[in-house]
């Protein structure tokens, strides 16, 4: 697996191997659902058949699959690494998807981290710390997280926008997902 996503630093349970990692996976093994929507194959979510078709196939997959076996990674070295429930929620307004996307929250030195190596594009190329510690910058990308009083937490990222006039700018805040802290069986992903 290591080798698959090009992780050659040594391997330690600390933060910066952990964000290593999540860099590392999100450079090599690419989201792909062609399973799902062209080939209408049924989709496994078990760790062997998930490693078989990641690492062994060279294919990529999508959140339940790439998170499911990042977590058994994070296991495997001895992270304290549990998948949970996220909700997309990169849009306007009050409304919130069903669950559709599986995350992975690791508790390292009584911090909880946020990972995900499962959508690419708007989620951290590292760890994200958990907390009401303020913003996070990682590879250059502003990020923080807002305690939602029930058992989940959301993920904010800041971003630099030219104005219409493009001499000037201005910093957003937009809302990418919700996640709970709980840990979730793996079956609850089926």
Known sequence: YLERINYGNKVEVNENCLSGLVDAHQKAIIF????????KRPVS?????????LVTRRRGGFCFELNGLFVALLRSIGFDAW???????????????PI???GCIVKLDNQLYYCDVGSG???????????DMGEHTIKGETYFTIDCGDGWREMW?????????????????????RFSLNHTDPIDFV
Do not use: Q
Request: hydrophobic fraction near 35%; charged fraction near 30%; aromatic fraction near 12%.
């Open 83 to 97: 998948s949970c429930f996220c909700r997309v929620t990169m849009f306007e307004g009050e409304y919130f998807m």
């Open 32 to 39: 792909e659902n062609l399973d799902i929507y062209f080939e």
């Open 157 to 177: 990222r800041k971003s630099k926008v030219l104005k219409a006039d493009e001499a000037t700018s201005e910093w957003i805040s937009k809302r990418i997902l």
């Open 100 to 102: 559709n996307h599986r």
């Open 45 to 53: 979510l078990e760790i062997d058949d998930l490693f078989d078709k």
């Open 121 to 131: 594009g708007p989620m951290p190329g590292g760890a994200l710390p958990i907390g």
